[in-house]
Structure formats: C-alpha cells, structure tokens
C-alpha cells in the first residue's frame, strides 16, 4: 500500500511529467472512484483546468489546478500511468485524463481508490484534510502535543501511529522500523510512552521516511510509482519482513496487532 514515502515518489514523478498540461476532457470507467461531487460534475468543472502544481498532504496527492484541488487517495494499488491515445484501455484503468498529446490514467485493481475535487479555497478547511494530523516534519509535532493526543489511548503504540489523525504518513511498514529504532515494543500502551520515547518517535519517523523518500520508497508487489519506476528502500529495512534482528541477531517476531502483520525483536524491544 502506497504510504507517505511512496507519494512523494508519485508526486515527483508525475511533476516531470504533467505540469502546465490543460486537461481537454475527461474519462470515468467507474463512478466510485469519484467521491465528490457527483461524476457529471466532476467532469464538467475539471475539463479546460491546467495541472498549476502537484502536492502531498499525508498519504493525498492534491493536482493544483486553475480553479480547483484535485485530491487523490491511492489506498491498496492506485497507480497513475501516462499512455498514448491508441493504448489499450484496460479493465483496471478507471480515470482517464485526456491531454493534448496523452493521457493520464489511474489504475487501480482493488478500486479503493477515491478522488475529490474541491474548490481551492475550501479544500484545507473540509474532508478530507481538514482531518489529517502533523506532517512529520511539523515544527507543532513535539513530545507535548503526542502526549496530549496518546493520554486516552489504551490501544498498542504500533495502532496508535496508524492513525492518520495524529501524524500522517506512517503506514505498516514504517511503523515497525520506526518503534524498531525506538526500542519500543509494539505492544506497548501508547498512553504510558515516556517523553523520551515520545521524542524517538518523532525522531525515528523523520528518520525513516526521510531515507525511504531519498530512495524512492518501498517496492512492494502493490505498488510502482510509475511504470519503469520503482523504490529501493525495501533494501534499507531493518525489521519489517525480515528474520533476523540486525543489533542482538535474535529471532524476529512476526505478529497481527489490530489485524496488522508487525514484525519486531523481543530483546530489542522489551
């Protein structure tokens, strides 16, 4: 699943590719991936809108355009593909964006996806964003403000950084290497984190997604950034999937919290 890391790759590739481009018309295979507004109104207000910018909010890619924000959410297998006019339209490519010389489609297998185009003026202050936590690299996310979100949180720390609400972008992956790094156990109520270990999170997550983005992500079999694109950070893992702990060489655990494969070392993280 395309996680913070994994979308700023996106975005990067798709800068190079469809900035100052009009969108001449638009194709949609499968009205669910329009959240809002309706599809007859997505396609009429997006038609003649240039693509002005490409940003990310959390786990959002945001298509700056004229008038409007174009919010895009990969979920499981979202991939977007530039392709010729006479390519095959296939049965996963649900979006397609015509421009002058190509087009922009979005492929998504498990049709999770979802869009929204929002007036810009409204676009940070409705949902979805308006929902979304600190960036990681937000000057505000200290070991206060965690302590104050975590007070009431019973649930284990592993769950908690899922939570978009708090701080976005850590998926699965990234929260096992990012509690590795900690010394935290997964397991570990998130109401009980000290500051210390509060500030290793922080640290440890600027840490990872850090050098996740520097290399493009993590491939897994879900996800490319791009056809011909793919990351290298799944090289770089020091916990998740793996057998052995780095540090103590230990057996690693493989476990479901809440539902999530985790994988950590007892001795590491007591």
Known sequence: MPELPEVETVKETL??????????????????????PSVEEFIKKIKNQTI?????????????????????????????????????VTKHQHVIFK??????RYNDTRKFGRMYLLDKKDAYNTKPLNELGYEPW?????????????????????????????????GNIYADEVLYLSKINPYKKANTLTNEELNNIIKNTKVVLEK??????????SYTSSEGVHGKFQNELLVHTKEECPNC???????????????YCEDCQK
């Open 15 to 36: 800068k190079k590719q469809i900035l100052n481009q009009k969108i001449l018309d638009v194709v949609v295979n499968y009205p669910n991936i329009i959240e809002k």
């Open 52 to 88: 002005i910018d490409i940003k990310r909010r959390g786990k959002w890619l945001l298509f700056e355009l004229n008038d409007y924000y174009l919010l895009s959410h990969l979920r499981m297998e979202g991939k977007y593909y530039i392709k010729n006019f006479d390519d095959e």
């Open 99 to 104: 421009f002058k010389d190509f087009e922009l």
């Open 138 to 170: 937000d000057s505000k996310l200290n070991s206060d403000y965690l302590k104050e979100k975590y007070k009431n949180k019973k649930l284990p720390i592993k769950t908690v950084l899922l939570d978009q609400s708090i701080i976005v972008g850590i």
């Open 212 to 221: 996740a983005i520097q290399l493009g992500g993590t491939t897994i079999k």
């Open 249 to 263: 060489h230990k057996k690693i655990t493989k476990v479901k919290i809440n539902g999530r494969g985790t994988y």
